[in-house]
């Protein structure tokens, strides 16, 4: 298939950049957990170093407005200096789950606030950067849904209201690619939401029908910003861009059982799944987080290079895998370190540890992708 490079590298690493409370009331800051926001210039000169020219990283929204109105830029400005500097592609993350405390996520006038939020992030941008920033306006909209108010893990720990959180998830990103827009024409947009494979693992009918329903609910999202589901909610074609799905080894499972572990024969291939979404959006497709724990770190990076591959060979159009977490990291819930880096631990100020299967790994499949390493410009989607 043709070469498109949107992105400076094909393959991108992923900063952990979640800033949302738990249940019990402490918010989290991975940026600050991890030391990204610390060594940014280390980290970014090391990704460079294994290849990687483009990430995605994040603004903690809660630290920048922790009064209504006012931005105090100190946390973000020697991050986005630092790329500038080194020639990083960025995907900046605007609402990874966190938001100030201020504001109250249910209120009306949230997406307007969040707009002019977004409105204040892309005037910096240009003005310290020129035109054609990549954002993600809200990160993963299912997800956040589910988990922030159909179960009340995350913030803000409601239970049976998924539904309205992600109509004002998707009205708060539809603000913010309006009010981007007017500071920058040019701008690029990632969406980040799940790819899922959901199947029954009984042949009643009803049971069939609920496990396919619950699959293709991972649409939604996507579907309510396009405006091919309620247009009523404000939602467009031009609003969609680069269609960024996550996906992990646990991201298919039976309903209401338990995950289906790869190689079995009811496990999805991944390049099926991408054809479906190119087949639905007809967009560019970014593979926007990826990767796993522990000594399945190498195999799993393997197995998304090859279906990335036969997608590409069958005229889909991939652009990009993002490794990501890209960096070891504290988990959510216990702090236990999450070994799912191709960084580790911090060896001074300089650089961090290394997992050097992973790098093996990597170095192997960028070879096998060089043929889509280098950039080309980009133009603005239609």
Known sequence: MPNRRIFNSFFLGGFECSSHRRPDGRRLDLLSATGHDRMTDADYRQLSAHGMAAVRDGLRWHLIESAPGHYDWSSFLPMLRSAE???TQ????LCHYGWPDHLDIWSKDFPDHFGRFAAAVARLVRDETGPQAFYCPVNEISYWAWAGAEVGRINPCAVGRAGELKRQLVRSAIAAIEAIRAEDPTARFITAEPLINVVSGSPEPQHIFDAEQYRLSQFEAVDLLTGRIEPGLGGRSDYLDVVGINFYPDNQWYLGGST??????????????LEEVQARYGRPILIAETGAEGSARPAWLHYIGAEVRDARARGISVEGICLYPVLDYPGWENERLC????LGEAEGWEKRSVCVRTASELRRQQALFEDVAAPEPATAAE
Do not use: K, N, T
């Open 260 to 273: 289906i572990p790869l190689g079995h024969h009811a496990y999805r291939p991944l390049s099926e799944m």
């Open 85 to 87: 500097a080194l020639g």
């Open 90 to 93: 960025v995907v900046w993350d």
């Open 339 to 342: 070994q799912v880096g191709l």
